[in-house]
């Protein structure tokens, strides 16, 4: 049966709680939260999630996948100039729990080669499309000289319809100091146009978070 063979399967769980003892849900220092943003970059969208993150003085992590950075390298640059950091998010975004030793381990690697070049700098998080990961694709990462993480919080932000008032109750739903949220700065893999909704969640998310008095910062910042 193919459950026996995952460890992690864990996109169906809608809210980890940051209380969760599993590192992968990324429970960082309590007195920060950590914005993390999927799929991108995209040149249509990730250049207004950088804006509202200036404006805020909020550092983030970008997963990125390596052939949307081949497709908009300039994009890249611009996260980089602005001191964020840069996660693996793989390639292609594919269903990694489904796919050979071989083919995950040349996937992720291919995506790895791609931004380090690009950022000057060893990439250290590896974030697997859709969540979805398997003791197979645990050590892939590893291997690979990634340390595999997810999140705590999530704003299902992708999702067709989706409301920004849907996707901040759902984000901070559960929502415990040391929080890491997942956003989306591109809608490369889902509902068109979605990003626009994340991102009035973010302006939104960033403006609340420092009424509490948060630090926002980037995922190595967040669990040092
Ligand atoms: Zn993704």
Not at 48 to 63: C, H, N, P
Not at 136 to 147: F, I, M, P, R
Not at 168 to 181: D, F, S, V
Request: overall charge negative; aromatic content about 12%; glycine content about 8%.
């Amino acid at each position: 049966m193919l459950l026996d063979n995952l460890t992690f399967l864990l996109s169906n769980f809608p809210h980890l709680h940051p209380s969760s003892k599993s590192f992968l849900s990324a429970v960082g220092d309590p007195g920060k939260i950590c914005l993390t943003f999927d799929d991108g970059p995209d040149a249509e969208s990730t250049p207004w999630f950088l804006q509202a993150l200036d404006e805020a003085g909020v550092k983030a992590t970008f997963f990125m996948l390596g052939s949307m950075a081949q497709a908009f390298p300039e994009v890249v640059q611009q996260v980089i100039e602005a001191g964020h950091e840069i996660g693996i998010h793989g390639y292609s975004h594919e269903v990694y729990i489904f796919k050979t030793q071989k083919s995950l381990l040349y996937d992720i690697a291919k995506a790895k080669g791609i931004l380090g070049d690009m950022w000057g700098q060893e990439p250290k998080w590896f974030r697997p499309p859709y969540g979805l990961i398997s003791k197979k694709v645990y050590n892939c990462a590893l291997q690979t000289g990634l340390e595999p993480i997810l999140w705590t919080n999530w704003g299902r932000d992708w999702k067709i319809g989706r409301t920004t008032y849907e996707v901040l109750q759902i984000a901070t739903h559960n929502l415990a100091p040391g929080a890491t949220i997942l956003l989306h700065d591109s809608d490369c893999t889902s509902a068109r146009g979605s990003w626009k909704t994340s991102l009035d969640a973010l302006v939104i998310l960033t403006k609340f978070f420092k009424s509490l008095g948060y630090d926002m910062t980037t995922l190595s910042n967040h669990l040092k």
